[in-house]
T-cell receptor, first 112, second 113 residues
Framework: DADVTQTPRNRITKTGKRIMLECSQT?????MYWYRQDPGLGLRLIYY???????NKGEISDGYSVSRQAQAKFSLSLESAIPNQTALYFC???????????FGQGTRLTVV | TQLLEQSPQFLSIQEGENLTVYCNSS?????LQWYRQEPGEGPVLLVT?????EVKKLKRLTFQFGDARKDSSLHITAAQTGDTGLYLC?????????????FGGGTRLMVKP
C-alpha cells in the first residue's frame, strides 16, 4: 500500500461545483501539504498543516479550503470550481521542515 | 521568500549523452533535495545534500551542493531512456526563513533512444 493515498485520481467537474480531494497517509507524520502543479510552474503550495488543529495558507490559497480531520487525513476543497483550477494536485507529508517529502500519486482535476 | 530557479526548463538529448541541470538561488538553504517525477506519479526523493561543497553519487547521477549552500547541480552520465522525467530541486529552510521546503520549477528531461 502507498504511504500517501489520494482520491480520486482523476476528476472532471463543471464550473461552479464544489469538489473535495482527499488524502490519507500511513507515515505517522504530523506535517501535511497540498500542492498544485501546472506545466512549467513546478509545485506551488496551497495549504499546509503541522498538526490536527493547525491550518496555514500557502502561496495560492484563494479559492481553496482544507480540513485536517485527523493526523492521517487532510482534504482539499474547491468551494466553487473554476476552469483555471484545472491542474494536477498533490498531497504530501514530511516529518520535519527539511526532511524528505512523501507525495501521493496526484489527482488530475479538470474543470469545464 | 526563498526562491529556487532551475535551468534549463526543458532538455532533450540522445541516449548515451551526458547532461547537467542546475538549481540556483540568492538564498542560503539548510539542505537541498532532488526529486524525480515520472508521468502519472508524484515526485520521489533521489538525494539530500546538507553540507556546502558536498558531492553525492547515485549510480550515474552526481549531485553537488554549492559551497555557499545557495545552489546545486545534478549531472547524469551516459543518460538512459529511463532517466526521462521531471527533476525538481527543493531547499530546506535556513535560519527561520520559513518552515518548509521551497521547490524549484523543475527541469523536464527527455532521453531519446
Amino acid at each position: 500500500d502507498a504511504d500517501v493515498t489520494q482520491t480520486p485520481r482523476n476528476r472532471i467537474t463543471k464550473t461552479g461545483k464544489r469538489i473535495m480531494l482527499e488524502c490519507s497517509q500511513t507515515k505517522g507524520h504530523d506535517r501535511m501539504y497540498w500542492y498544485r502543479q501546472d506545466p512549467g510552474l513546478g509545485l506551488r503550495l496551497i495549504y499546509y498543516s503541522f498538526d490536527v488543529k493547525d491550518i496555514n495558507k500557502g502561496e495560492i490559497s484563494d479559492g481553496y479550503s482544507v480540513s485536517r480531520q485527523a493526523q492521517a487525513k487532510f482534504s482539499l476543497s474547491l468551494e466553487s470550481a473554476i476552469p483555471n483550477q484545472t491542474a494536477l494536485y498533490f498531497c504530501a507529508t514530511s516529518a520535519q521542515a527539511n526532511t524528505e517529502a512523501f507525495f501521493g500519486q496526484g489527482t488530475r482535476l479538470t474543470v469545464v | 521568500t526563498q526562491l529556487l530557479e532551475q535551468s534549463p526548463q526543458f532538455l532533450s538529448i540522445q541516449e548515451g549523452e551526458n547532461l547537467t541541470v542546475y538549481c540556483n538561488s540568492s538564498s542560503v538553504f539548510s539542505s537541498l533535495q532532488w526529486y524525480r517525477q515520472e508521468p502519472g506519479e508524484g515526485p520521489v526523493l533521489l538525494v539530500t545534500v546538507v553540507t556546502g561543497g558536498e558531492v553525492k553519487k547515485l549510480k550515474r547521477l552526481t549531485f553537488q551542493f554549492g559551497d555557499a549552500r545557495k545552489d546545486s547541480s545534478l549531472h547524469i552520465t551516459a543518460a538512459q531512456t529511463g532517466d526521462t522525467g521531471l527533476y525538481l530541486c527543493a531547499g530546506g529552510p535556513h535560519n527561520n526563513a520559513g518552515n518548509m521546503l521551497t521547490f524549484g520549477g523543475g527541469t523536464r528531461l527527455m532521453v531519446k533512444p
